[in-house]
């Protein structure tokens, strides 16, 4: 079925720090993985996302690297800031052609502490 | 312009009231989702809509009824709610393309049912 499992489900680290969220997903015809930042209050917010032809991605102080053999994902972010405080959401479009649709982990509590 | 507006922010209705939830987008995207998110939860997808058609329907009570009128609006019109209905209701919108497009999301509607 189409599952996304993500890990940790909180993860608190010193400004400065790295972090590093990591998700596995079912369909290994799964073509498009992004990661959205959820502010209390907003709705998600796209931070960075990768398609399947590629291996890894970056954008300053984000990356997003896939593993489609193992079918895994990750976010590292570094030089974490106390405005990276959110909650973390990997999805996996599942679906194939066309539009399909976006499934998502159970999501990361990011704390960055001062 | 890259943003989805949803309203209204806030809602209060009785378990009898018939209200509507509004989105609006002017991307051009002939995808249109409703996803339902409760507190410290991932959005979970209710339905899609494909060029102003339902594509998907995620086994959701027929107490929430979607409406497309055009291919910028979506509509989601509730009746006869239950309390455990209150949630964030997110609308977002993709380019109809390999289901490897970006999916921008609204501020959300928060939904109370007393």
């Known amino acids: 079925g189409e599952n996304v499992e993500q890990h940790p489900s909180t993860l608190s680290v010193q400004e400065g720090d790295s972090a590093v969220i990591k998700c596995t997903y079912s369909?290994?015809?799964?073509?498009?993985f992004p990661w959205y930042k959820q502010e209390l209050g907003k709705g998600p917010q796209l931070i960075i996302d990768i398609r399947s032809n590629v291996g890894e991605k970056k954008d300053q102080r984000i990356a997003v690297t896939l593993n489609k053999t193992a079918k895994h994902f990750s976010l590292h972010i570094t030089e974490t800031q106390p405005e990276d405080s959110a909650v973390y959401f990997c999805a996996a479009n599942f679906g194939g052609t066309s539009y399909g649709k976006l499934t998502f982990g159970q999501g990361t509590i990011l704390t960055v502490h001062p | 312009d890259t943003e989805v507006t949803q309203t209204p922010k806030h809602l209060v209705m009785g378990m009898t009231n018939k209200k509507s939830l509004k989105c609006e987008q002017h991307m051009g995207h002939r995808a249109m989702y409703w996803y339902k998110q409760k507190a410290k939860k991932p959005p979970e997808l209710m339905f899609v809509y494909s060029y102003e058609k339902l594509s998907i329907n995620e086994s959701v009570p027929s107490r929430f009824s979607p409406e497309c009128p055009n291919s910028s609006l979506l509509n989601l019109h509730l009746h006869a709610l239950q309390p455990e209905d209150s949630a964030l209701y997110l609308c977002?919108?993709?380019?109809?393309?390999?289901?490897?497009?970006?999916?921008?999301f609204g501020q959300g509607t928060r939904l109370t049912v007393v």
């Open positions: 369909d290994s015809a799964s073509n498009y």
């Open positions: 977002a919108s993709r380019d109809r393309g390999t289901g490897s497009t970006e999916a921008f």
